[in-house]
C-alpha cells in the first residue's frame, strides 16, 4: 500500500452562525468568525490517496486524473466563493474547518475509482488544520 | 462525524542535554554540542491533535478558544522562554524533546476535557520533529 499526497489551495470567506441561537449565544460562542460580513482565508488542502503501486505504469494513481477531479469537484466549487451563500453544504452546516474537510470528503470520496480516499486535510491558517479519514 | 483538529503553537525555551548517570566524556560523546554546560535554546513548534464527533450545533470538534486558553495557561506559561533544565519533570529526566513530548501529552491528556487528545508533535526544529501518542503506538501513520 502507497500513500499519495496532492495539495492545493483555495480562498474562501465564510462566517460562523447557528440560526438557532440567539445572537449573544452566537457572539459568545463564534467571537468574531461571527461577523455576518464574513471573512477570509487562504485554505490549503491536502488530498491523501491510497493504493497498490499498479506494476505496469508505476502509479496508485494518474495524478492528472487526481487533479482533475479536485479542481472539478472542489476547487472550481469552493473557490473564490463565499461558502455561507454559494455553497449548498453550508446554506445548512456551519462551514467550520471540520465541515469543510468533510464536504470535500464526501466530494471526493465516490469520484475516486482506481485509489481509495484516505484522507482531507484542510488547512484553515499554517497553525489550524482539521483530518478527515471518513470516520462516522 | 468524526474528525481530527490540529493546532500549532510556538515557545522558546533553552535546555543542556545532560545525564547524571554518565560520566562528563560519555555524556559529551552522547549529547555532542548539546551537552555545553551553559545550555542552548530552540523555538519549539508545539502540534495538538485532538479529536471527537463534529457537534452538528457549531460544527466544531472543540471550541478553539478552550484549546487556546488551555495551551496558554498549561503549557505556554510554563515553557515558554524558561530553562527547561530547571523544571521539576527534568530535575532528574534529561529535557530531550522525546521528553518534552510526553511532558507536554501527559497535561494535555490529564487537564483538557474537551476532546480526546489524539497526538502530540514537537518541531524542535525544522529538520526533527518528534510525536508522542501515549504508549499505544500510532496507528497507519497518523
Redesign the interface.
Known amino acids: 500500500m502507497v500513500y499519495l499526497t496532492r495539495k492545493a489551495e483555495f480562498a474562501a470567506a465564510h462566517y460562523y452562525h447557528n440560526p438557532a441561537f440567539t445572537p449573544e449565544e452566537n457572539l459568545r460562542l463564534f467571537g468574531k468568525c461571527n461577523n455576518p460580513n464574513g471573512h477570509g482565508h487562504n485554505y490549503t488542502l491536502e488530498v491523501t490517496v491510497k493504493g497498490a503501486v499498479d506494476p505496469k505504469s508505476g502509479f496508485v494513481v494518474d495524478l492528472k486524473q487526481l487533479k482533475d477531479v479536485m479542481n472539478r469537484e472542489v476547487l472550481d466549487a469552493l473557490d473564490h466563493r463565499f461558502l455561507n451563500k454559494e455553497v449548498p453544504e453550508f446554506f445548512t452546516q456551519i462551514p467550520t474547518t471540520e465541515n469543510i474537510a468533510i464536504a470535500i470528503w464526501q466530494r471526493l470520496a465516490p469520484k475516486l475509482t482506481t485509489a481509495k480516499l484516505h484522507r482531507v486535510r484542510v488547512y484553515e491558517t499554517p497553525d489550524l488544520f482539521v483530518d478527515f479519514y471518513g470516520e462516522p | ?9 510556538t515557545l522558546s525555551a533553552s535546555h543542556r542535554l545532560h545525564s547524571d548517570e554518565m560520566s562528563a566524556e560519555e555524556n559529551r560523546a552522547t549529547y555532542g554540542k548539546c551537552n555545553n554546560p551553559y545550555g542552548h535554546g530552540h523555538n519549539y513548534v508545539i502540534e495538538i ?1 485532538v479529536s471527537g464527533q ?1 457537534d ?6 472543540c ?3 478552550d484549546l487556546d486558553g488551555f495551551a496558554h495557561k498549561h503549557i505556554l506559561e510554563r515553557y515558554d522562554h524558561q530553562n527547561l533544565n530547571l523544571l521539576p519533570e527534568f530535575a532528574e529526566a534529561v529535557p530531550t524533546t522525546e521528553n518534552l513530548c510526553i511532558s507536554i501529552y501527559e497535561i494535555v491528556n490529564r487537564g483538557f476535557d474537551k476532546a480526546h487528545l489524539e497526538k502530540v508533535r514537537i518541531e524542535e526544529t525544522m529538520l526533527n520533529s518528534f510525536e508522542y501518542a501515549g504508549e499505544e503506538s500510532l496507528v497507519d ?2
Open positions: 462525524m468524526k474528525a481530527h483538529l490540529t493546532r500549532r503553537y491533535t463534529v452538528p450545533q457549531t460544527g466544531m470538534v471550541n478553539l478558544v501513520g497518523r
